[in-house]
């Protein structure tokens, strides 16, 4: 697959879901019995990210904060304050999926959506971002975090085309996999252009650029085959189509992991 710029995709939010009862150890309970503390911790992170209020949000995690995909707690700072840059009307809106105690922390799986509006090349795009990531809290802070799957649609025009995508959630590392973004409307004699491309999620590569070359498209959609990397990873696997009458760019993690 061909790889091209980067949309950026660090999301910071939380939930606001009431609750108070305590958990087993290492028992996933449900999220209406989960502590205030944790309620209280969360609720802040999200205020602070609604309100772009990068000061307020940083004093929230720990100085020791271990970041998605190897992220620093300085370069999470910077690629958020870039990502809020780039975007505005941004929403957050978090849901507490489960938590549990691991001795004196207390560790969140969330479902975040994060809306908003993004210009590229002149063009006002519509972001919308949905995020799974578990989440780990020390002493009232954000110690850790890692993304456990993640979907990013960014959408312009009168009538972008509405595609259906299939992909894999994980893959072996060096096996192959099939990606499929299938536009949902009949073509009838309109041109259809696109690319699929991945690219690297780490500290490491998240801010190298790659080339944009859109092909035209004989068939409904984009069909490909990639190969994964050898060592286990963490790759945005991504589809850019456009009509004349609209663009969406769909972006969706794949992790690479052993059996």
Request: proline fraction near 5%.
């Amino acid at each position: 697959m061909v790889s091209c710029s980067k949309t950026l995709m660090i999301v910071a939010g939380a939930s606001a879901i009431l609750g108070g009862a305590m958990s087993f150890p290492g028992q996933a309970a449900t999220p209406e019995t989960a502590p205030a503390e944790l309620i209280d911790a969360i609720t802040a992170i999200e205020t602070a990210a609604n309100a772009q209020d990068l000061a307020e949000l940083m004093t929230l995690y720990s100085p020791d904060f271990v970041g998605p995909d190897g992220f620093t707690r300085d370069q999470y700072q910077t690629t958020l304050e870039e990502f809020w840059a780039q975007h505005t009307d941004l929403v957050y809106d978090v849901e507490l999926v489960t938590w549990e105690r691991e001795g004196t922390a207390l560790v969140a799986e969330t479902l975040t959506t994060v809306e908003g509006t993004r210009l590229i090349a002149s063009r006002a795009m519509t972001m919308t971002a949905t995020v799974r990531s578990q989440q780990r809290y020390e002493n009232g802070q954000l110690a850790a975090q890692e993304i456990l799957s993640e979907e990013n649609q960014l959408i312009a025009g009168v009538m972008p085309p509405d595609i259906t995508v299939q992909l894999p959630e994980t893959v072996t590392p060096g096996s192959r996999f099939a990606y499929d973004a299938i536009v949902s409307a009949p073509l009838g004699d309109r041109l259809l252009l696109g690319l699929a491309f991945d690219e690297g999620v780490t500290a490491t590569d998240f801010l190298t650029p790659r080339p944009v070359n859109l092909e035209a498209l004989t068939a409904g959609g984009l069909f490909k085959i990639g190969t994964a990397p050898n060592e286990p990873d963490q790759r945005w696997v991504s589809a850019v189509i456009v009509r004349e009458d609209g663009i969406v760019i769909d972006t969706r993690r794949l992790n690479v992991q052993a059996d």
